[in-house]
């Protein structure tokens, strides 16, 4: 068993939020975030969003650390 973090762009046509929500379910603990309008390419489209949703995940698993 491994932490997880699904992310989806609310718009993405290819791996929709509905198919997000079901990976999400499946695997005890996940953690869900549905990006509104944003499409497939999410680190592209919504890079900061991206960025910040993982550092915040990582965050959680192991508490805060120190940036310089």
Avoid at 4 to 10: E, N, Y
Avoid at 16 to 30: F, I, K, N, Q
Wanted: hydrophobic share 45%; charged share 15%; aromatic share 2%.
């Amino acid at each position: 068993r491994a932490p997880m973090l699904v992310m989806c762009g609310a718009l993405d046509a290819g791996s929709t939020p509905a198919m997000a929500r079901r990976l999400a379910s499946a695997v005890p603990g996940s953690k869900l975030m549905i990006v509104p309008r944003q499409g497939h390419m999410l680190p592209i489209e919504a890079a900061t969003v991206v960025n910040d949703a993982l550092i915040n995940f990582m965050n959680c698993l192991s508490g805060p650390q120190k940036r310089d």
